[in-house]
Nanobody
Framework: QVQLVESGGGLVQPGASLRVSCVAS????????MGWFRQAPGKEREFVAA????????YYADSVKGRFTISRDNAKNTVYLQMNSLKPEDTAVYYC?????????????????WGQGTQVTVSS
């Protein structure tokens, strides 16, 4: 079992930057991958980005490519999502998720452990 706790969400204006973090505890790290997903009101949870634990390979949704960067610090058991040039359509609850197997899937059901989410609101 892996426990995940997100933090760093908030209210920002369009064009601003924000970094959200996810700290993992329990039976973590070394295999699999970590991902970020988001869910806006009335919409399905959607993939944002994912990164492998061992190789540092990352993958992004087209909607955030070039604006968001996922990274990890294994010494701190933490994964980050740096979000730049934020848009109102980025408003959502952001969740981190842990995958215990290899691969960088984009569907939520491929990830076994989830955090409680952190709210990101982009509005003027």
């Amino acid at each position: 079992q892996v426990q995940l706790v997100e933090s760093g969400g908030g209210l920002v204006q369009p064009g601003a930057s924000l970094r959200v973090s996810c700290v993992a505890s329990g039976r973590t790290f070394g295999t699999g991958a970590m991902g970020w997903f988001r869910q806006a009101p009335g919409k399905e949870r959607e993939f944002v980005a994912a990164i492998t634990w061992s190789g540092g390979t990352a993958y992004y949704a087209d909607s955030v490519k070039g604006r968001f960067t996922i990274s990890r610090d294994n010494a701190k058991n933490t994964v980050y999502l740096q979000m730049n040039s934020l848009k109102p359509e980025d408003t959502a609850v952001y969740y981190c998720a842990n995958r215990r197997r290899f691969g960088l899937p984009t569907t939520p059901r491929e990830y076994e452990d989830w955090g409680q989410g952190t709210q990101v609101t982009v509005s003027s």
